[in-house]
């Protein structure tokens, strides 16, 4: 939609369970590094357009750390003129599967420190703040009930 033409951010999250230690996975930065280009290369950005943070998993219900667990954040900042939305559809459309093997070689070919490890879930990607989800046609959509994003009301059925 062309309310999201040139939104600025386009940000979410995943979770992952590494097998082993998770503080030196979070530590590591190859890892990092290596979801910041799989990020990039899936949408179609440069590198310095994505910004990673690893840290620990909570559970909401619980203040207890969870080994293993971890939240990895992204924020993109799409190029000028480019279309936010379809940088959101590119990252819903990924599989955990692919995620996972995807930034493992992308660790391994920069000689890093290679972990086990599963995408376990991602977070729907918001453009500046308003969820982006794919529409049965295939067309990336704005669906909430009323987002103002870019000084525009969208209103989409669920």
Partial sequence: ??????????TGSMKVQVEGDAAAFIADPMVKMGFRQHLAEIVG??????????????????TRRLAGAVRVD????PPAGADASAVASAISAMSSKDVAAKVTQKIAAAGGKV???TVTESSVPQVDG?????????????????????????TCAT
Avoid: D, H, N
Avoid at 1 to 10: C, H, L, S, T
Avoid at 45 to 62: D, I, Q
Avoid at 74 to 77: G, N
């Fill in 1 to 10: 939609p062309a309310a999201a033409v040139g939104a600025k951010r386009v």
């Fill in 45 to 62: 950005v440069p590198e310095s357009a994505v910004k990673v943070t690893l840290s620990l998993a909570r559970r909401l219900s619980e």
């Fill in 74 to 77: 992204y924020e993109i900042t």
């Fill in 115 to 117: 972990y086990a490890f």
């Fill in 130 to 154: 308003a969820a982006v989800r794919q529409a049965a046609s295939g067309a990336p959509g704005l669906c909430a009930s009323s987002v103002l994003l870019l000084a525009a009301a969208v």
